[in-house]
Structure formats: structure tokens, C-alpha cells
T-cell receptor
Framework: DSGVTQTPKHLITATGQRVTLRCSPR?????VYWYQQSLDQGLQFLIH???????AKGNILERFSAQQFPDLHSELNLSSLELGDSALYFC?????????????FGQGTRLTVV | AQRVTQPEKLLSVFKGAPVELKCNYS??????LFWYVQYSRQRLQLLLR??SRESIKGFTADLNKGETSFHLKKPFAQEEDSAMYYC?????????FGTGTRLQVFP
């Protein structure tokens, strides 16, 4: 167990709906990263938050948004869902936002859009 | 732009054979490279990082800035090495991963 908790583990929803994925980082970690893993796509970087502030964005769709709260947990909001959004969504946390810091991963949330 | 390329989706070897998982990167600054591994039914976890220059579970990786590569090597593969391996690059507040290589080690 890495100490990073993601909820829910599985989520099935319909097209057009909105969902919220939650990530609780390891105790003391200030950084949270979100990734999307689709079939054969590897881990696509979405966004990085450090101590409540957005630090970097990847190929995150405008329909997606995230935030990190004062208690350092993070939420990824996905709206107007499409079939192609079905994927495994991972979050990871690290102690700091500086480089060469080990990232610890959650077990992922599997989102299925029907 | 940051980019990590792992050209092989699957690498199959027999136990005791040498292994090399390829990773090439693109980054304009000074790169920091990692290898992460995901064993069956486990979470993605760090295997090694270039700055440590260490050997973990018999694996080593050398950063070659001239060839922009960070290949993962092991002289004698073991069955327990079977897993998904991801090369990653850290820079500009992003941690970017390659598409991964599945290593299968047959007995």
C-alpha cells in the first residue's frame, strides 16, 4: 500500500454526465498528479497541483477540471462525459513539487462511460 | 516539449537471458529520468532513478545525454521480473511517462 487512496475504485456512468474522482495523498505529501490511462495510450499526464496551487497542465480537456483542497486531497471533475473518456484514472503524490522526487501511486479509478 | 518514447510494447525473454528495455526522451533542459514498474495486481512503483546511479533488483540504467536515452538493463532476467515497465521524465513541474513495455520472462 503506497498510502495514496483513490475513490471510487469503479464508476459506471452515462454519456453527458458529470463525475468526481477523489484522491487522498500520502500523509505529508504536498504534490498531487493526475493521469489518464486508456487502452494502449500509456499514462497521459493531466495536471499537477502543489500545496493547493496548479503547477502544470498536460493534455487535459476543457471538460475536465481539478483542484486541491487545504487538507491536500484532490478531486478531478469530468463533465459532459463521452464514451472516449472511459479509462483508468490514476493519481500520484510526492513530498514536494521539485524534481527527482519519488511519486507514489494510487490504485486508480476505472471509469466506464456507457 | 517533454516526451518519452518506449519503442517496444512487449519484450519476451527466457530466464537467465539479458534484458534491455529501451527509453528515449526529448527535453530541452536538464532531464531527470526514472523507471517505474507495475507488477501484476500491484500499484505502479518506483524502480530506480538516474541520479542515484544505483542497482535495484539487478537492474541498472545509465543516462546517455548524447543519445537522449535511458535504457534499463539486467544481465540475467528472472521470472519475477515479469511486469510492465514505464520510463518517466521529470521537468517543468510535469512527470511524463512513456507508453510502457511489458516484459515477459519465460522459465
Amino acid at each position: 500500500d503506497s498510502g495514496v487512496t483513490q475513490t471510487p475504485k469503479h464508476l459506471i456512468t452515462a454519456t453527458g454526465q458529470r463525475v468526481t474522482l477523489r484522491c487522498s495523498p500520502r500523509s505529508g505529501d504536498l504534490s498531487v498528479y493526475w493521469y489518464q490511462q486508456s487502452l494502449d495510450q500509456g499514462l497521459q499526464f493531466l495536471i499537477h497541483y502543489y500545496n493547493g496551487e496548479e503547477r502544470a497542465k498536460g493534455n487535459i480537456l476543457e471538460r475536465f477540471s481539478a483542484q486541491q483542497f487545504p487538507d491536500l486531497h484532490s478531486e478531478l471533475n469530468l463533465s459532459s462525459l463521452e464514451l472516449g473518456d472511459s479509462a483508468l484514472y490514476f493519481c500520484a503524490s510526492s513530498l514536494t513539487g521539485v524534481r527527482n522526487t519519488e511519486a507514489f501511486f494510487g490504485q486508480g479509478t476505472r471509469l466506464t462511460v456507457v | 516539449a517533454q516526451r518519452v518514447t518506449q519503442p517496444e510494447k512487449l519484450l519476451s525473454v527466457f530466464k537467465g537471458a539479458p534484458v534491455e528495455l529501451k527509453c528515449n526522451y526529448s527535453y530541452s533542459g536538464s532531464p531527470e529520468l526514472f523507471w517505474y514498474v507495475q507488477y501484476s495486481r500491484q500499484r505502479l512503483q518506483l524502480l530506480l532513478r538516474h541520479i542515484s546511479r544505483e542497482s535495484i533488483k539487478g537492474f541498472t540504467a545509465d543516462l546517455n545525454k548524447g543519445e537522449t536515452s535511458f535504457h534499463l538493463k539486467k544481465p540475467f532476467a528472472q521470472e519475477e521480473d515479469s511486469a510492465m515497465y514505464y520510463c518517466a521524465l521529470s521537468g517543468s513541474d510535469k512527470l511524463i511517462f512513456g507508453t510502457g513495455t511489458r516484459l515477459q520472462v519465460f522459465p
